[in-house]
Structure formats: C-alpha cells, structure tokens
C-alpha cells in the first residue's frame, strides 16, 4: 500500500509524510452572491493534502475542481472557511497572500496561452523576477526547470511562439517551476495533447517532484491518468468531495463513481467484466502490468492445480 | 464512387524567413467510401489537420489530385459546391460559433447558401433536434458548456445537410462528457443519414469505433486497415508515438505470457470475452 | 471584476418594445434624439420626457437598471452643471463672486442641459437594452442597405460588428483567465506607478492579442468552411417585416416630433 494518510495529527518529526502542508477547512464558495446569478460551486470541504504527496482531484466539468484550487493560491478567497498553508491561514493579510503566490504554484489549463516574452529563457524567468530573487538564482531557476521539463540551451532563445504545442506547454509549466513552488497545481495539464505529449508531460511533473519533494496536486478527468500517478484520488460531485482515498480505494466502490457521471479506467472496467463471468481477479486494479500479473497468476494457478 | 479521392498529393506550407520548408504531406493516396466511417491518426503534426483541410478546397494539393464527389478541388468555380456537400468541425467550439444566438449561428450555412426563410428555419430545428439542443436554439452559446457548444458548431454543419462531414480533433478540448455526446451523434448521424464520417483524432477509444483507421506519419499514410488489423501492430502503433487501447495491451502482454489469445480485440466487452475464454 | 461590464448589454423580454422591428427602433431613437435637442422649455421637455417615460413603463424597464447605466457619466454631468451656473448669461443675478455671476437663468439651463443629457443616455440604453445585437445589426444593415450603391460595404459592416458583439464575452473572459495565469506567476497589476502599471499589462496584452489573432484565423476558416462568401446571394432566417404595431409607432413618432416643433415654435 502507498502512504495512506488517514492520521489526523502527527507530533512527532519523522513522520514527515504526514504532516498537512495544506489545510482546507469547512470551503464554501459561492459566486454572485446576492445577485439572481447566485450559485454554490463548493460547499463545506474538509480536505488536509500532506506534504510531498501526490493528490489527484477528478470530477466532471461544474464539479467545483477549478474553483477548489483557485482558492489554495489565493487567487478566490472563500465566502465561508479558511485555507491553511503550513497551518497559516492563507487570506490573514496581503503579505500572507503574497507568499502563498510563491509556494503554491498553479499551472492553468492550457498554460501556454499565457505565454508572452520574446524569448523561453524570459518567459520562465517572469515568474522569479517577481519574488525578487537575484539574477544568479533566477538563471539558475530558469536553467534548471527548463531541464526538468526536457528544453535544452538551444530553446533559450528561440521564441516561445515558434515551438510545438507540446513544447509550448512545457515551456509555461517550467515558467511556474522555476518559482519552486512547495506545492504545484496543474489543471488538466495534459489536456488536448497528444499520447506521446501526455507522456512527456506526465514525466515532467514526476521529474520535478523527484527532485524538490514538492506536493503535487493535478485536476483531471481522466481516472486512468489520476490513478497511474497520483497517491490519493479527491473526486467530486456537486460541490462536494465525494470520494477520497488511494485508488485501490476508489475503484473498489466502482458504483458511486460512475453515478458521479465518470469513467472507470479501462483496466478497472475489463476486470470487473471478468469478475461477473465468475474469474476471481481483484477488480480495483487500474494498471495493465498489474491487470496481466493478476491475470497470469490466476492462469498459473489453474495450470498448477 | 468513392466521397473523397486522394491521389498521391504533397503538400507544403509556404516557407517562413529563416525557416526549411518541410513537406507537411508528401504523397498521400487514398480513397473513401461513401457511407463509411474512417479514421485518422496521427501524432501532433502528422499532417492529419493538413489534410482535413484539403477536403473543402481550404487547401489545394502543389502535387497530385484531389477529388470530391468527383470534382477536382482546383476547380475555383465549384468551392461552394464542394464545400455544402461536405462539412467541417473543428477543434476549438468557440472560434467556429459566428453569431451570439443559437439558432442564429446554425443558421448561418443555410443563409450562405441562399436559401428562403422558411428552409432555413426547417433544417435549424431539425438540426438542433439532431444534436439535442433544441431547449437552448435562443441561448447566448457562451454560457454554454465546451461540449454543448461543439453539438451547436455540429448542428451548424447538419444544416448545410451534407453528405459526408469531417471532424478535425472534435472532441481533443472536451471533457469525457462531451466527447461520449460527440461520439454518440456521430454513430447516430451514420446509422441514421448514411453520412460519410471522416473522424481526425489522437484518441485510441474514438478510432476504435470506426469501420477503417489510417495511421498518418510525417505526412504519409504508415497504416491503413480496420481497426482491429491496425491496433493488433501494438508496436508499431507505439512507435509512431500512439498507444493502443488498455484492453489490447493487456491481451497484448498475455500474449507475449505465452497466453492463446487473439489479439484483434478492441472494446471492454471484447477484451473481456477473449481474456475469459483464454483463461477460463 | 471584468465580468460586470455590461456593454450594449441586453435584457430579453416579451413587450411590444421588445417586439417592434429593430429598424423602428432604430428610426424612433433617431426621432427621440431630434425631438430631445429641438425641445427648449420646460413644457418641450415635459413633453419629451413624458414619451420616454411611457416607453419605460411599455418596455419593463427597471429604473435602477437605466440610472445604473448613467454611472460612467457622473463626472461629464456634473461637469456641464457647474459650467452651466457659472457662466450662462442672465439677467436675474442671484450671486456674483470674484469673476463669476450666478444667475437664475443660468441655473435653468444648467438643469436643462443636465437633464438633456440623463435622457439622451436613458434613452438609447432602452434601444440596446430591448434588442438584441443581432437583430439590432440586422436593422442597421436593413436601413443602409441604400448605401451599398456608392459602395459603401454595408454587409462587411455589420458582420464585423456582429462577430465583435459575438466575442466581446469570450474576449472578456479569456483576460481574466490570462490575469489569473500571470498573477500566479506573481505578477502584480495593482500597485506602482502609472508607467509600472502599463508596464504590468504586457503579460495580459500580448498573449490576448495572440489569442484575438488564432480566433479570428479559426473563425475565417470555419465561415469559409460553412460557404461564407460574402453578402451576395445571402439569404437570412429571419426576415424583416413591419408589422402593424411598428405602423403604428411611426404615426406617433411622427405626432410625437410635430409636437415638440410647435411647442419650440411657439416659445415653450
């Protein structure tokens, strides 16, 4: 089993694993408020997000995902409840708001919109240029999530309007990197790209947090893609969390989640297939090695007896 | 006669300063069936929207011919001809929605073309029936949602009422809602109008459904078959920088366990069935 | 937040305002606007006002909705006001001080000119706010349609302000997300000086402009796509046709202006 944080509280050091570094405490965000416009996108969530973990947050278009994150970096403040950030809350004055800027780095969907500098190098330089860092640690920032996110010295000053799509999009993602966010939140990051694009991006985020330890955060729909990456599944309906877990977890109450109106990963759903025909397999299994492992012991199994 | 008739067409894009001029498709050929449904795969600048493009004359061939229904696409005194006759949609909703009322914007085909009122307010009901919008034909589209819009740029389309309609990486910016609903109208339109469907995209579970896939690499045709025939080359498929759906990579890997099991096998039903012959 | 603007903005509804063809209205905001700068006295413009006010209660118009519109004018009113009292010519001197002579008729013309200007805003708003572009586009291309023989390209005039009607909210949108993506980066677009300031709207400015250009590229080829092919031989779902009511409105149109002539003529 991944670290399945189900702890509360952790006093003791080297649990570092378990100890909050976000904390959203009883959300409720209601947009227009008073108009006859007036609509509730998330109410009454309770969620810790721990550090260096990797947390996926699924749900279906007006589930209340994007106005979720929106509110860890302080872009929203919240009608109702607080956010803690390393158990500061976030909105207590403009320079608290400030820094959770910095440590909370959220990446938009399709981010390479919101590229603008005439050149990469510039582009990924915006955003530590901002905190004041010198130029020394700016370059060094710069370089460095530019690697992660695989654009070599060649790229530096190519302008940034003349790369591939899925370059672009790496290109804005290393623009929030080089910030070192301690916690890096992406909307949909692989949305629109190809198989191959999605991979990259997938194994850009991994690189990252290899190297920082930083917590993760992704928003998505595709379950396959949550599953494969993320230690714990956050899905909502309705405003809500309606499902939280690792996604053993989550898979094993395949019912809730396709009234959620989403999709099962295939995998999950061919095992589940099978299980009906009577063939004893683990239905919570998400990932095709671990789908043919099972498959082949139940094979070795039958051969054997 | 084949809809659309492709014969070894090259194309390039004009030369930028400073800049090679690459060969976006180089020697294509091909021919499509009226009534079948064909898929094409790429990855990003494979050359598949290129040559979406050439379907409605957007783009003419420097090399080779283009033809369809039988008309040249260099013909300039027959664009519109061919361009009523075959419809396109594209990727991005919000920039095929011209005007800012519904059914004012399916309508805007059936206006081009010239037809009197009454028509036009004929084919946009049963458009918009098609698609299932018919409740927001006076709504502003940009408080709809990413696939409501898409069913209304679709509707725009069926209007024209063509016979063979083109979805150029329709369903790449929608969430998995509205790529069901796209996918729906688009088995619907063919079972229920025999309309041609040519469906561009880089989703594995999208081609599948299709009758004939043609795989796309640096602007040539590297595959070509039905999709069971195609996506049982799982390596090949994966070295032209797509994937196979889940379930056949599981049958692909039992296979290579030393497991007897087909591998032309492509939904969860399928994938299901054969994995539970071969083993039970 | 950018969301509330609401220009040219349109409230649906179901009155005879809401109903009469979009070139009546048109014509009757012309005649409105003509009637409003002949009308000199106070009993010219009771008259003018008196049909404004008739229009808002037909229409439904909400009164707080039309001083809501009056907002960004605040300033240009107070403005003419203080102009007015102080440098009309009159003869009864209320008050003189330093170079300035405050007179009744001064403060008379001072109200006047204010209230011309209040209704002249009211009243084109409840042209825009009970029709739609489309159909107000429609209208205007209707009305000019003479121009086209010298060549004036009445078509292209209004598709272009149809399309920009169409994607201002897309428009408006698309910068609040591109300001959301650059405040995350940190960026900072409220404090500083005024060339700091402009300067910090580089990072919206230019990514919303690549992005007006990739729609507008897209959108010419999806109209193509569709046959677009300029106005000619282009037919429209919904004609235009006048109806009685729109007969109607012209004949008290017509009374409407004679009235406030005469009453000029007359002195009042």
Not at chain 1, 57 to 66: D, L, Q
Not at chain 1, 155 to 184: N, T, W
Not at chain 3, 49 to 75: E, F, H, Q, R, Y
Request: aromatic share 6%.
């Amino acid at each position: 089993m991944k670290s399945a944080p189900g702890q509360e509280k952790s006093g003791q050091k080297g649990m570092k694993k378990l100890d909050p570094i976000l904390e959203i405490v009883d959300l409720t965000h209601t947009y227009s408020q008073g108009t006859p416009f007036e609509h509730v996108a998330v109410y009454n969530i309770n969620l810790k997000v721990y550090k260096g973990e990797y947390l996926a947050i699924i749900g279906r278009t007006g589930s209340g995902k994007s106005t979720l994150i929106q509110h860890l970096n302080g872009l929203i403040s919240p009608t109702q409840g607080k956010i803690l950030l390393n158990g500061q809350d976030i909105n207590e004055s403009k320079e608290t708001l400030r820094q959770t800027r910095f440590k909370v780095g959220l990446v938009f969907q399709y981010p390479e919109y919101q590229l603008f500098e005439e050149t990469v190098y510039d582009d990924v330089a915006f955003g530590p240029k901002n905190m004041g860092l010198d130029k020394e640690e700016i370059d060094r920032r710069v370089r460095e999530s530019l690697e992660i996110v695989g654009l070599g010295q060649e790229y530096y000053k190519a302008s940034p309007f003349d790369l591939s799509g899925g370059q672009k999009r790496r290109a804005a993602i290393a623009g929030v990197m080089a910030m070192e966010p301690e916690v890096l939140i992406l909307d949909e990051p692989t949305a629109g790209l190809d198989p191959e694009g999605c991979r990259e991006i997938v194994e850009n985020i991994r690189n990252y947090r290899e190297r920082t330890g930083a917590t993760i955060i992704t928003v998505t729909h595709d379950m396959a893609e949550a599953a494969s990456n993320a230690d714990r599944l956050c899905v909502m309906g309705n405003g809500k969390i309606a499902l939280l877990g690792t996604p053993e977890e989550v898979f094993a109450r395949a019912d809730e989640i396709e009234e959620l109106g989403l999709d099962l990963p295939e995998v999950t759903k061919i095992m589940i297939l099978l299980k009906r025909k009577g063939l004893d397999v683990p239905t919570e299994v998400y990932k095709i090695d671990d789908a043919v492992s099972a498959l082949l012991k139940l094979k070795g199994g039958r051969n054997g007896a | 006669m084949g809809t659309i008739k492709a014969e070894n067409i090259s194309f390039t894009y004009p030369a930028e300063e400073g800049k090679k001029r690459s060969l976006v498709l180089d020697g294509v050929s091909f021919e499509i069936e009226k009534g079948s449904f064909t898929a094409i795969l790429g990855h990003n600048g494979s050359g598949k929207s290129t040559l979406a493009k050439h379907f409605n004359c957007l783009l003419i061939p420097d090399t080779g011919k283009m033809e369809v229904f039988g008309i040249d696409t260099k013909d300039e005194d027959r664009v519109i001809d061919i361009r009523k006759r075959i419809g396109l949609v594209f990727q991005n909703p919000d920039n095929q929605i011209v005007a800012n009322v519904v059914e004012e914007d399916v309508a805007f085909g059936p206006e081009n073309l010239g037809y009197p009122s009454e028509e036009i307010r004929k084919r946009v009901d049963q458009a918009l029936k098609t698609v299932g919008m018919e409740k927001f034909a006076i709504h502003a589209p940009h408080l709809l949602s990413g696939g409501q819009k898409q069913r209304i740029a679709i509707a725009g389309v069926l209007a024209m009422e063509p016979e063979c309609i083109v979805f150029d990486e329709a369903t790449a910016m929608l969430d998995p809602e509205g790529r069901r609903d796209t996918m729906k109208i688009i088995r619907y339109l063919k079972k229920e109008f025999g309309t041609t469907i040519v469906l561009i995209t880089h989703h594995m579970d999208e081609a599948a459904q299709a009758d004939r896939v043609i795989v796309l690499d640096s602007g040539k045709i590297v595959m070509d078959g039905a999709p069971r025939e195609v996506f049982a080359q799982v390596e090949k498929i994966r070295s032209l920088g797509l994937d196979v759906p889940a379930g056949t990579s599981i049958i692909y890997e039992l296979e290579r366990a030393g497991v007897d099991i087909p591998i032309e096998n492509l939904t969860v039903e399928e994938c299901a069935d054969a994995i539970y012959n071969a083993l039970a | 937040m950018l969301k509330d603007i609401t220009l040219g903005q349109y409230f649906p509804g179901d009155t005879v305002i809401h109903r009469l063809d979009p070139r009546t209205k048109l014509v009757m905001t012309i005649v409105y606007m003509v009637a409003l700068f002949t009308a000199k006295d106070i009993i010219s413009y009771g008259v003018v006002m008196a049909g404004l006010a008739a229009v808002i209660v037909v229409s439904n118009t909400k009164l707080k909705m039309l001083l809501k519109g009056l907002k960004p004018i605040v300033i240009v009113l107070a403005f003419t006001g203080i102009l007015n009292i102080l440098y009309a010519p009159g003869e009864h001197v209320i008050a003189h001080f330093w170079v300035f002579t405050i007179t009744l008729e001064g403060i008379k013309t001072a109200i006047l000119m204010m209230l011309r200007i209040t209704m002249l805003i009211m009243g084109t708003s409840i042209l825009t706010y009970t029709t739609s572009p489309i159909a107000l586009t429609d209208g205007m291309e209707r009305l000019m349609g003479p121009l086209k023989k010298i060549k004036v390209p009445v078509h292209e005039i209004s598709m272009i302000m149809s399309i920009a009607l169409r994607f201002i909210p897309t428009l408006i949108e698309e910068t609040d997300k591109i300001m959301n993506a650059q405040r995350a980066r940190g960026a900072d677009f409220d404090s500083g000086n005024l060339i700091q300031r402009a300067k910090a709207m580089l990072p919206i400015l230019v990514p919303l402009f690549i992005s007006a250009f990739r729609r507008a590229d897209e959108l010419a080829i999806a109209m193509e796509s569709r046959c677009y092919h300029g106005g000619e031989g282009r037919t429209r779902m919904k004609v235009l046709k006048y109806k009685r009511r729109d007969i109607i409105t012209f004949i008290l149109g017509i009374a409407y202006l004679t009235a406030v002539i005469v009453l000029r003529k007359i002195g009042l």
